[in-house]
C-alpha cells in the first residue's frame, strides 16, 4: 500500500537584479523566493490499483513520482509504501519497487537486451528458475522474444520500449511507477504497450501509478485518477465522475450553409437553443455530445476544478 499525507516539495528560487550593480550586489545579498513543486498532497494507492495522474507540464507529476521512487527528498510530510520511506533507499524496498520514465534508459544501448537482463539478475538477486520464466514470459507477451540478442542501439523506439518494460519488471516489483511510458510511440507501439499493462496488472496485482500526457492511456489503463494543477491535487476519483463534477452540459456542433458553429451549453437550455438555432440558421447537421474527457481535463488543468 501506498500512504501519502501532507507531502510538499519546496525549492528556493534566486531573483538576479539587472545590470552590472544589480549583478555586485547579488554577490552579497541574495534575493529569492519559495516555489512549491507540491503541496500539501494526499492520498492512498492499495494492490491492484493503476492510479492516474494527470497535470499539465511543470504540475508536479514527476516530482511526486522521484518523490515516491526515492529519488527525491520531500520537504515536508510523510510517505509510506509497503511499510518504507522511500528516499531511505532502503534495499529491500528498492528490490520491490521499479521505475519506468519513456524519456530514460536502464539498459545498456551498446549491448544486447539479453546482456543487461544478466547484469540486473545479479543486482535484484533473481533466481535461475525465476529469471528464466520471466525472460520467457515477458519477452513472449511483448512480442519482442526474436531481439533481445540485438543491440539496444539498433532497435526501433517500439521495441526499445518494450525492452525497458521488461528490464523493470523482471524482479516482480509490487510497485510501478510509470512515467510517460509511451511518450513518443506510434500508435500501434501505444497500443501493445497498454495491452500488455492490463495483462501484467491482471496477472501480478501490483501497485501502478501511471503519469501520461496521452489521454488515451489514461482512459484504457486508469479507473481512478489524479489531478494535481500548480502543485496541488485538486480531484481524487473515478475518471467517470469528471463529467458530472463539472456540470452537465452539452456540446453542439452545428454545420450550415454558411459554415460551422460550435456550443457548449447546460442540458436544460438544449431544446430552446436547438430552436433558436433553426430559426435563424440554414441547418445541414446537428450533433449533439457530451463533452470529451479530454476537454474537460483541458478546462479543469486551466481554471481548476468548479463544481456546479
Not at 494492490?47 to 515536508?76: C, D, F, R, W
Not at 489531478?227 to 465522475?241: A, V
Request: glycine share 6%; net charge neutral; aromatic share 8%.
Amino acid at each position: 500500500m501506498i500512504k501519502v499525507s501532507n507531502l510538499s516539495k519546496s525549492f528556493a528560487v534566486y531573483h538576479k537584479e539587472p545590470g552590472l550593480m544589480g549583478s555586485l550586489r547579488g554577490l552579497f545579498i541574495r534575493k529569492s523566493s519559495i516555489k512549491y513543486a507540491l503541496h500539501d498532497v494526499s492520498l492512498e494507492v492499495h494492490p491492484g490499483e493503476i492510479l492516474g495522474l494527470i497535470g499539465a507540464n511543470g504540475a508536479g507529476k514527476t516530482t511526486l513520482v522521484k518523490i515516491l521512487s526515492g529519488i527525491m527528498h520531500p520537504t515536508s510530510g510523510e510517505v509510506s509504501i509497503l511499510g518504507f520511506k522511500p528516499w531511505e533507499r532502503s534495499n529491500q524496498y528498492r528490490r520491490q519497487m521499479s521505475l519506468i520514465m519513456g524519456q530514460k534508459s536502464q539498459v545498456w544501448w551498446d549491448l544486447p537486451a539479453l546482456d543487461s537482463f544478466l547484469l540486473l539478475k545479479e543486482i535484484y538477486q533473481i533466481d535461475d528458475e525465476t529469471y528464466q520464466f520471466n525472460i520467457d514470459y515477458l519477452s513472449k507477451t511483448l512480442g519482442i522474444a526474436d531481439h533481445l540478442k540485438t543491440q539496444v542501439r539498433k532497435l526501433s523506439l517500439g521495441e526499445r520500449m518494450k525492452v525497458e518494460l521488461m528490464a523493470a519488471l523482471l524482479h516482480n516489483p509490487k510497485v510501478i511507477f510509470l512515467d510517460e511510458p509511451t511518450i513518443g510511440l506510434d500508435i500501434t507501439s501505444q497500443k501493445a504497450v497498454r495491452e500488455f499493462l492490463k495483462d501484467y496488472q491482471r496477472k501480478y496485482n501490483p501497485i501502478m501509478i501511471l503519469t501520461s500526457h496521452y489521454m488515451e492511456d489514461i482512459k484504457e489503463l486508469c479507473s481512478r485518477i489524479n489531478i494535481i494543477r500548480k502543485g496541488e491535487m485538486i480531484y481524487d476519483g473515478p475518471l467517470s465522475h469528471i463529467q458530472k463534477l463539472t456540470g452537465d452540459t452539452k456540446h453542439l456542433k452545428v454545420t450550415t450553409k454558411d459554415g460551422e458553429l460550435e456550443f457548449t451549453i447546460p442540458r436544460e437550455n438544449l431544446a430552446i437553443k436547438t430552436k433558436e438555432i433553426f430559426e435563424s440558421h440554414e441547418v445541414i447537421d446537428l450533433n449533439i455530445q457530451d463533452p470529451s474527457i479530454e476537454d474537460i481535463i483541458d478546462q479543469i488543468l486551466k481554471h481548476g476544478l468548479q463544481k456546479q
